[in-house]
């Protein structure tokens, strides 16, 4: 399989994730529905319709079936494509999918606008001494903000690198904070933030 003229772009979806489940007989494979079996009923229903709509997407992307995109991802592990179709990162809240590719390392994170966050606790985690500071000054709704969108965006970050959280918390914001950026997506009568770390963001697709 080789990649199309026009995949050689960035694509970034979003989506419910309630829509795999009409693709669950026909949209895993046989290693997929393996995996899937050996997991709690909750986190099975979770994995089957992220994987199915992501072989759903990509095979729309590549042109081609679902069943036949390359992909190995099984849980709780960083997914990978075959050598020479890119890199493909994925994120769910509260019944959303966000699936993100690009030619080179890509990551992608998802939250919802209404997430409170511990403020005390990762304020000076996530922020200069200098910003600290001048957000302690800010109502604190303006600062959960502020505070979501450098989360996505580290989170974002941590999956292009194909890290951990723990170890990149500790050099954030002065390593990689560049690297990545973060919008609001208006959906479903909600305000999402978006995280994408890998070069330019792409216009996120709701079809």
């Known amino acids: 399989m080789e990649l199309a003229h026009e995949l050689k772009q960035p694509r970034l979806w979003l989506g419910c994730l309630a829509q795999g489940e009409q693709l669950l007989a026909t949209g895993l494979s ?70 993100g590719w690009r030619v080179g390392p890509v990551g992608v994170d998802l939250e919802s606008g209404d997430r409170c966050l511990q ?3 990762l304020l ?32 974002a970050f941590v999956k292009r690198q194909r ?6 918390l500790g050099r954030w914001p002065g390593h990689g904070a560049n690297e990545s950026v973060a919008l609001q997506v208006p959906m479903a009568g909600q305000r999402w933030w978006v995280g994408w770390s890998g070069g330019a963001i792409p216009v996120v697709e709701t079809d």
């Open 30 to 99: 046989a290693q997929e529905q393996r995996w899937a079996q050996a997991l709690s009923p909750r986190r099975q229903k979770e994995y089957s319709c992220t994987r199915a709509l992501v072989r759903q997407q990509l095979g729309r992307w590549f042109h081609c079936r679902p069943l036949e995109v390359p992909l190995q991802a099984p849980p709780s592990a960083y997914p990978h494509l075959a050598d020479g179709l890119g890199t493909v990162s994925w994120s769910h809240s509260r019944g959303f999918l966000l699936l």
């Open 119 to 121: 403020v005390r606790a």
């Open 163 to 168: 890290s951990t959280l723990s170890a990149e």
């Open 124 to 155: 000076p985690r996530l922020c200069t001494p200098e910003e600290c500071e001048a957000w302690r000054q800010w109502p604190e709704p303006q600062v959960q903000q502020q505070l979501l969108q450098r989360w996505v965006q580290l989170e």
